[in-house]
């Protein structure tokens, strides 16, 4: 069995900040902390050097995408849609330290986030995004379109259930509560904003992502 590589995480925003070399001690740093910033590097020289550095040339940065698909693929599946909205989630784990955000697709100006919270999962977090999102966008009598990455987000919100197999207790109560929320509003409202599936083979990451990869 091949051994793991290690990472070491640099914390901008936290309890306390700097570069720490286990997941755990990185965690204690952003756990309940609102507008946590965080990324893993593979080295301590790269997350030391980060640290010194702006956060913004580092999380949430795009990195050389060139897609694999054919030029006759491209022109099939064609442009995004800027007049969108695009939504993500990102989790340290599974479950583990999850947290969701929503964008402006164009310009990647961050709309609404929530988070960190303890014992998430992806899938919840994408699910949570996308209700998220729609309510936003019917909040805000906005015509733009919602791009997601997830299949899974879009089928539960397709049947108005969030089908996790994550157990409740005590420590994702309020994560919990959200999902409930999220489950109410989609059985007690209509909308008519179109979702659509983020076509990532052909433009790379959803502008929503976290950079943490």
Known sequence: MSKKKKKYYTV???HHTGVFESWD???AQIKDYKGAIYKSFSTFEAAKKALKGDYKDYVGKDKAFKSELTDAQLKKIGQPN?????????SSGNPGVMEYRGVDTKTKKQLFIQGPFDEGTNNIGEFLALVHGLAFLKQHKSDRIIYTDSRTALSWVKKKSCNTK??????????FELVDRAVNW???NSYQTTIVKWETKAWGEIPADFGRK
């Open 12 to 14: 901008w925003k936290g």
């Open 82 to 90: 800027y007049n969108s909205i695009s939504v993500d989630a990102a």
């Open 25 to 27: 001690d990185c965690k």
């Open 166 to 175: 994550l157990e409740r207790n005590e420590k994702n109560k309020s994560l």
């Open 186 to 188: 989609l059985k007690q």
